[in-house]
């Protein structure tokens, strides 16, 4: 790990990860007393990852979570009762008992989407969001996450292909933690390094260690930048493991042993500590202070979860149609004149042209063109012709050979045999 | 046709495709959070030209040519809707839909129950049979989205509600399934008002008043279940002709209403029969009207079968007014 942040940032860092496990330790309490409602799904070992990653957003971004992100929600400012009570399925929860896990959102102060259960729908959701965002004048960023095994799903390339084809401000994601539930991801993925699907897209890729905090921060922040100054969406791959099995019934016989003790050896908060020891940001009585202050909250929220009452079975019949201004007052909030989307700004010439073949005027009519010519709409917007062009080279993965190191990679392909 | 124009008086007489045409034009006019989404949507005006001129007049930003990925479409839209616009989609024939099946009912549709997470939203397009596209161009298949709670259905039958009913679905919080019959996109015409107005959705129309019995109808099918009623009023039987207009939510106060006058129900409708509309159409008299019926409930719909291409396979496929006129009949004489 390179020393480049500030002090309070890597404290900051710390700070969630250790929160992040701490909510999910509890949970797992609160499971073994059935006080958790459904499934039960552990990003231990992933913490590195959530928090990393949402720590390089600003307030403004966007973000949706997948199930394994509950480190992401809480650095973008969710109380940790709210996730108790989410999979408690309490009342004063987000949906108020109607969902559990991650599955909520808020679209007006935290700016987060809810997931849902199948997976990689949500990457066209958030290009949709980058794309509104864009064309608000907000220079947002929005950002999400999905797995090796959500890498197969149709949506998770028609998502990145349209993101790609509009250049959107979409940061994704991809959490390598070689298992698909029991499925290993050799056979999800035909490929050693998931982050070479950015290839088909030509958008950029990195590849980066998953279990390493302040790698993960580091490049999502400059991919972040990089999306949000017009490059375009960037996938980041994250390498990591699932220490839990798929969900809390499952003892993931499955996974090697060879290879849960190298992830197990590799632990991202323990390194994480080393590190900050190393470089004398954290002693013994830092880490005390910050133990006890994650025990006195979590102790505070958990009792304000268990206390809140299952919701009226009665509202399980409200809420299916947003009844108008009086139930949601649904309003753009623009950043740019509105005039430059609006007749007479907004007119496109009905005038054509191919590089190589030619121009000419739209046929069939001045109201039917045939063709406007290739200028990709969003540099009208954006205006920037120079970071743009530069976005096109070919991906360039950002030192891999730093972030991963080699061990990573052998024993994966060691633990595959 | 009476009672398709809602009175207004001072209009002109347009296609169904001009209807669809002016709306669109007329609601990114009036909102700039209003864009437009789909597969040759921009340059080429859409397949069917339901969009030319938008793109010149609106621009690139709001008149958006997208890849062949319909699940990328309405994803994109409904986040989009999450910042306050009010995207509408165009699939490019509405067969398509079904490619963004999981988008649609589990995203879009349970946003708000679920999360409080409204997706003003419009999903449009052609469907319907009737002109020989064949088992993946003639689809009607509005009812697997009417099973959806959360969504809205809309499948109009006249330039004026065409018209009226899609701007009231671009200015709806909830997604809105919008269906354009293609039979009708040239074929009819019809008056609509010079000003700006919506058709409210949820709203049938009584198209003909009659006291024999009841015919329930919505977009190509409604024209034909007219015509049929025409030849029925001949041999002294007068039908009430209902358009039900939107399928979800569905008018049971003017089903119920007429249905109780009538005492008899026929529904029409091109889809296919088992899971059609009249299915629950009998579910909800049998629930609500049992005693007022002197019949049993009737249906002329397609065959439960996909749609066959040949035009003789697709003749015999699809209701016509004589099927509906001896349907009436054996009814008439309960």
Known sequence: MKKELTRPQYLDLYFYMRLNRAVEDMMVKLFRQNKIVGGLYSSL???????????????????????????ALLVKGVLPRDIFMQHMAKYDSPTKGKDGTSHFGDLDNLHIVSPISMLGDLIPVMTGVAMAGRYLGQKIVAMTWIGDGGSSTGVFHEGLNFAAVQRAP??????????????????????????????????????????????????AKQAVERARAGEGPILIEAKTFRRMGHAQHDP????????????????????????????????????KEIEEKINALLAKERDFAENSPMPPPELAETGVYCTGDDCHKIRAKWERPVAEVTPPRSRVEAVWTVPGFGSGKGSGGARAPIHFGDTPPVEHTIGNEAKSTNGRKPAAKVAPKKTVKPGAASASRKARR | MPGTNGGASSGTQITFLEAIKQAMFEEMERDPAVVLLGEDVGVYGGAFKTSEGLLERFGWERVIDTPISESAIIGAACGMSYLGL???????????????????????????????????????????????????????????????????????????????????????????????????????????????????IGKAAVRREGKHLTILSYAAMLHTSLEA???????????????????????????????????????????????????????????????????????????????????TLEEYFLPNAKKIFSAAKELARY
């Open chain 1, 45 to 71: 070992g992933q913490e590195a990852i959530s928090v990393g990653t949402a720590y390089a957003l600003e307030k403004k971004d966007w973000l949706a979570p997948m199930i394994r992100n509950i480190g």
């Open chain 1, 170 to 219: 979409f940061v994704l994601i991809l959490e390598n933690n070689l298992w698909a539930y029991s499925t290993p991801v050799r056979k999800q993925v035909p490929l050693e390094n998931l982050a070479d699907r950015a290839k088909a897209y030509g958008i950029q890729s990195y590849i980066v260690d998953g279990n390493d905090v302040v790698a993960m921060y580091s490049t």
């Open chain 1, 252 to 287: 993931a016989e499955y996974v090697p042993k060879e290879m849960r003790a190298y992830w197990e050896a590799r632990d991202p908060i323990a390194l994480y500590e080393k590190f900050l020891t190393g470089e004398k940001l954290l002693d013994a009585k830092g880490r």
């Open chain 2, 86 to 200: 009010r995207p509408i989609v165009e699939m490019q024939f509405i067969d398509f839909i079904v490619c963004a099946f999981n988008q649609i009912t589990n995203f879009v549709a349970k946003g708000h129950y679920l999360w409080n997470a409204p997706a003003p939203m419009v999903v449009r397009g052609p469907s319907g049979g009737g002109v020989h596209g064949g088992p993946f161009h003639s689809a009607n298949p509005e009812m697997y989205f009417v099973h959806t709670p959360g969504l809205k259905v809309i499948y109009p039958s006249t330039p004026y509600d065409a018209k009226g009913l899609l701007k009231a679905a671009v200015r709806d919080n909830n997604p809105v399934l919008f269906f354009e019959h293609k039979f009708l996109y040239r074929r009819i015409k019809g008056e609509v008002p010079a000003g700006d107005y919506t058709v409210p």
């Open chain 2, 229 to 311: 009623a025409e030849a029925l009023a001949k041999e002294g039987i007068e039908a009430e002709v209902i358009d039900l207009r939107t399928l979800l939510p569905l008018d049971e106060e003017t089903i119920l209403h007429s249905v109780k006058k009538t005492n008899k129900c026929l529904v029409v409708h091109e889809d296919t029969k088992t899971g059609g509309i009249a299915g629950e159409i009998a579910a909800i008299l049998c629930e609500k009207a049992f005693g007022d019926l002197d019949g049993p409930l009737m249906r002329v719909t397609s065959l439960d079968t996909p749609v066959p291409y040949a035009p």
